[in-house]
């Protein structure tokens, strides 16, 4: 696996990906090092792929008429820093300097609130679900990207939304494949 460009000339915006602003985030808080990943796992309705609910979430556009489950969703403000759907496509939301809104009410390490220092992905998929070999490999090239940047996030400091909220949330789910991911990640090196 080769390793592509990190940066377009905008700052904290990879390279091969699309980038669809979103309105949801603040700034970091000042002296705070970035050194968290956090994996998470949405669909929108639950269970179906390809749609474009969930950018319209991100975008604060979602039309909750649209699907009975989106009522709760109604004047909800989120955001992830990147989305890697089934076919392997990576969008970003948020600069990675910037504090995107992904990861709610959660504690790593004995440290409280980590969109303060963590980035966000969010995988196209359920809990229960399997992710794609392509969402793996561009899950892989995406991490790759990131600890480049922000040298301070290693394998260890990679974890799933369920690790920063137990109890709360469960994603991404026990269709996630740690070993295959985290072997990726090695391979691109």
Request: hydrophobic share 35%; glycine share 8%; with cysteine.
């Amino acid at each position: 696996m080769t390793q592509p460009q990190f940066m377009s000339e905008q700052h904290d915006i990879l390279t091969d990906v699309i980038f669809k602003p979103s309105a949801f985030y603040n700034q970091r808080p000042q002296g705070c090092d970035v050194d968290l990943l956090v994996i998470h796992c949405i669909s929108l309705p639950e269970g179906q792929y390809g749609l474009p609910y969930i950018e319209d979430l991100f975008l604060g556009c979602l039309d909750c008429t649209k699907h009975p489950s989106f009522i709760d969703l109604q004047g909800l403000e989120v955001s992830a820093h990147f989305l890697i759907k089934r076919n392997g496509q990576v969008l970003q939301f948020v600069p990675m300097n910037q504090r995107a809104w992904h990861a709610g009410v959660s504690n790593f390490a004995g440290r409280d609130n980590c969109n303060d220092f963590s980035i966000g992905i969010e995988l196209e998929g359920t809990d229960q679900s399997d992710f794609t070999q392509v969402q793996y490999q561009a899950l892989a090239i995406t991490t790759r990207q990131i600890m480049a940047l922000y040298p301070k996030i290693t394998l260890e400091r990679i974890v799933g939304h369920s690790d920063i909220a137990p109890g709360r949330k469960t994603d991404p789910g026990v269709g996630f494949n740690w070993k295959t991911f985290k072997q990726l990640v090695r391979d691109i090196e």
